[in-house]
């Protein structure tokens, strides 16, 4: 069972415009909204893919009951924990000249009683046949060690622990040695405090690294030029698909989805990789945050190189 842990889940508005003007009007050519924040995009993604997981996490307000309507829509379970404040959008721009612009809301307060409630629900699902997706930023209220607790009780427990996480909340988690994770090269050469750009070769080494200090799978993805896999066993690296890029929004979470669905689908970590470099180019050929069909996923897959 696949279990994806949505703290600050979200509303993705997409705008279109030809090209933002700063501090003048701006006129918007086309938007849509999606169901979003990482865990949410990881189960939706994996019932794109064929499989199942339970969605949980906080919602509040309208935009949290849209959200959960959407799920329910899809066929998507999900057991989450009601607060007081409103669940938040997030807005993306998008120009002619294919830059983005991400405006990220901080979301709303979670008070202590909110986070005793997903802890009771974390519980109720943890088993050894369990795979958690901790994924995303938290909001105000949730101490930054979350996921490092979460880990540490699942893991007890016999689950399985999946981290998406950056900054400081990503650094805490891995005091607990989750068994996957999946920074970007940006969150890792941040880890690593190397200032600009890291090399093949330093990502390789830090995920070797993390690897030898108990984290079972490192995957690292670097955008369009693909993503490095490394775990006890096995190091690999597969350029990224030649595709039509609409929206990279979801690209990262399309590929921890794809891991997920792998791992509980017993396949090899080559066959998780290759099945998350395809998806998440799929990923970035739909509009908006939306997850890429399996047809498109099957029609990638067999593109995929390792080096
Ligand atoms: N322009 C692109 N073309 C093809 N694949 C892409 C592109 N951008 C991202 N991807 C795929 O999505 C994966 C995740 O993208 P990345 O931007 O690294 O993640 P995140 O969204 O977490 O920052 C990459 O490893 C790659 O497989
Ligand atoms: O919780 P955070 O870090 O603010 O990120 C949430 C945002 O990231 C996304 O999940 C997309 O993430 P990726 O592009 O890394 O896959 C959006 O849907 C969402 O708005």
Do not use: W
Request: with cysteine.
């Amino acid at each position: 069972m696949i279990v994806t842990v949505t703290m600050n889940p979200a509303i993705d508005k997409t705008i279109e415009i030809d090209e933002m003007i700063c501090g003048g009007l701006n006129r918007i050519k086309a938007f849509e909204s999606d169901a979003a924040g990482k865990g949410i995009n990881v189960s939706k993604t994996i019932k794109a893919l064929g499989g199942k997981s339970i969605a949980i996490g906080f919602i509040g307000g309208d935009a949290g009951n849209t959200i959960k309507n959407a799920l329910d829509a899809e066929g998507i379970e999900n057991d989450f924990v009601y607060v007081d404040g409103i669940t938040r959008t997030n807005t993306k721009v998008f120009e002619n000249s294919g830059r983005v612009t991400e405006l990220n809301e901080p979301g709303p307060n979670i008070k202590d009683e909110d986070i005793e409630k997903l802890f009771e629900i974390i519980e109720k699902y943890a088993s050894k046949d369990t795979l958690f997706i901790l994924a995303g930023s938290v909001p105000a209220g949730v101490e930054k060690t979350i996921y490092r607790d979460i880990t540490e009780k699942v893991h007890s427990l016999g689950a399985k622990v999946f981290v998406d996480a950056d900054g400081e909340i990503f650094v805490r988690a891995l005091e607990a040695k989750p068994d996957y994770i999946k920074p970007n090269d940006v969150e890792l050469a941040q880890y690593c405090n190397i200032s600009g750009d890291i090399t093949e070769d330093q990502i390789i080494e830090m995920a070797e690294k993390l690897v030898s200090e108990g984290i079972g799978h490192v995957a690292v993805s670097m955008g369009k030029e693909g993503a490095i896999f490394v775990s006890e066993d096995e190091k690999f690296m597969c350029k990224g698909l030649k595709v039509e890029a609409h929206s990279t929004v979801g690209a990262g979470d399309a590929m921890v989805a794809a891991i997920s669905y792998g791992v509980s689908e017993k396949i090899s970590f080559r066959d998780c990789a290759r099945l998350g470099i395809a998806t998440s180019a799929g990923a970035v050929m739909t509009k908006g945050t939306k997850p890429p069909t399996k047809e498109t996923v099957n029609s990638l897959i067999g593109k995929v190189e390792f080096k």
